[in-house]
């Protein structure tokens, strides 16, 4: 059907649907054609895309560092200054420092020097504690380049648990020493070939500390002749 009453020719198309008998459901039931979609905009393309929803997670905290322990206070540095300070009074006064190496450390403290002396080392401590305790003292504070007073331990479990004191240890290395140098020299083939030939045997090996030489004082004999 056309129409006039304007410039615009509008055209009418009529469509008869004829509905099955035995719809009876309204929505089996379309009296028209369905419409595609109309795109762009209106089909929601332009719309921006919902915001991400991210899961939450709980970040664990940081487990704290283990405590690292301070490793115990060292008794090697002081034993090197006690057996420094030994040797200082040895080279000043031999017979005063061969009593002190007696003596058994027991370490260092504000007032001094703690020591012990054994029940069988009696006369090196009465060297010692005695008149020359004043000159004894005098020789460790230069060594030590401070104040030092020599405090006796007098306990017996003190003095037992002490580490053993430089004289001590000394003689047990000698010990040990002379003891290999024996076997050595016993178990020599050509000594015992000369013990055997001579008839007898090999039953003491003396052994001889070695003694500093003083220095010799200067007198006429090594004066030079005059010369004329």
Request: negative net charge.
């Amino acid at each position: 059907m056309n129409g006039r009453g304007g410039d615009a020719n509008v055209e009418v198309k009529l469509v008869t649907r004829v509905v099955p008998a035995d719809a009876t459901d309204e929505k089996d039931v379309q009296l028209f054609e369905p419409e595609g979609s109309p795109g762009g905009c209106a089909s929601g393309e332009c719309l921006p895309p919902p915001p991400l929803q991210l899961e939450e997670q709980t970040i664990p905290e940081p487990e704290p560092e283990p405590e690292i322990a301070a490793p115990p206070i060292s008794r090697v540095g002081e034993d090197e200054q006690w057996r420094r300070a030994v040797e200082h009074v040895r080279n000043v006064s031999p017979r005063h420092g061969k009593s002190l190496s007696y003596a058994r450390f027991l370490g260092f403290i504000p007032e001094g020097v703690k020591l012990a002396f054994p029940a069988d080392a009696a006369f090196h401590r009465a060297q010692i504690v005695g008149m020359s305790r004043s000159m004894v003292e005098g020789e460790l504070a230069k060594s030590l380049r401070r104040p030092i007073k020599l405090i006796e331990d007098t306990n017996a479990a003190a003095i037992e648990a002490a580490p053993k004191s430089i004289a001590e240890v000394e003689l047990k290395e000698r010990n040990t020493r002379e003891r290999g140098i024996d076997d050595r020299v016993k178990g020599h083939p050509a000594l015992r070939a000369i013990a055997k030939h001579l008839g007898g045997a090999l039953e003491h090996i003396a052994y001889l500390e070695p003694v500093a030489k003083a220095p010799r004082a200067a007198d006429d004999s090594d004066a030079a002749p005059p010369v004329d």
